[in-house]
């Protein structure tokens, strides 16, 4: 089955900056690629999402790329602020199948 | 729009007592999926219903645990006994027809502490 890979598995950065954050997959056939953002408390939210057709999708601030080649692709947050600051998962499926989650990322983002 | 709609939004029972989580999907959504978070083994997927019909027990973890969705609009996640190692939080998700690829929406979850 699908394996997905996610670093770091903890991020700080300083208000302003911008975050990286980087999943793998290992099943070629994946061709959809959902990031989501989890507040404590609350449930995962998508954020913004890539289908295999495109290499690079923006919304704001928050762009997701893709490289299928290698088999990874990675969420950027560009003017991070402190309500950035959440649990991040990249997750991975094929059609209709059920969707593989990393292990999520940390991020803190300091005033 | 009503996201997913879980309830209790919180439980604390005793160790062997009967447990049941409750869902409403998004109006229109055909797919249901019932997760289990922890800090160890991250969001696990525990079964998922496709047009009310079981189609992925595989990650129940025993045979305490059952889940039924009697109509499109509402699914329950039962577990009996329940045991300390239960405690987690418990995620719906649902998930629209029609094209591949659709993605899911979660509720905010159940967090279900097992004394």
């Known amino acids: 089955g699908e394996n997905v890979e996610q670093h770091p598995s903890t991020l700080s950065v300083q208000e302003g900056d911008s975050a990286v954050i980087k999943c793998t997959y290992s099943d070629s056939a994946s061709n959809y690629f959902p990031w989501y953002k989890q507040e404590l408390g609350k449930g995962p939210q998508l954020i913004i999402d890539?289908?295999?057709?495109?290499g690079e999708k923006k919304d704001q601030r928050i762009a997701v790329t893709l490289n299928k080649t290698a088999k990874h692709f990675s969420l950027h947050i560009t003017e991070t602020q402190p309500e950035d600051s959440a649990v991040y998962f990249c997750a991975a499926s094929k059609g209709y199948s059920t969707l593989t989650f990393g292990k999520g990322t940390m991020l803190l983002v300091s005033p | 729009d009503a996201g997913v709609i879980q309830s209790p939004r919180h439980e604390v029972t005793e160790m062997g007592q009967e447990v049941t989580l409750r869902c409403k999907p998004i109006?229109?959504?055909?797919?249901l999926f019932w997760y289990r978070q922890t800090m160890m083994r991250g969001l696990e997927l525990l079964i998922y219903?496709?047009?009310?019909?079981?189609?992925?027990d595989s990650g129940m973890p025993e045979d305490r645990f059952s889940a039924k969705m009697p109509n499109a609009s509402f699914s329950t996640l039962k577990i009996q006994p329940s045991e300390p190692r239960d405690s987690a939080v418990y995620f719906c998700?649902?998930?629209?027809?029609?094209?591949?690829?659709?993605?899911?929406?979660f509720g905010d979850g159940t967090r279900l502490s097992i004394l």
């Open positions: 890539i289908r295999s057709n495109v």
């Open positions: 998700a649902s998930r629209g027809q029609g094209a591949s690829n659709q993605p899911q929406h």
């Open positions: 109006s229109g959504h055909n797919s």
């Open positions: 219903f496709n047009n009310n019909v079981p189609i992925d």
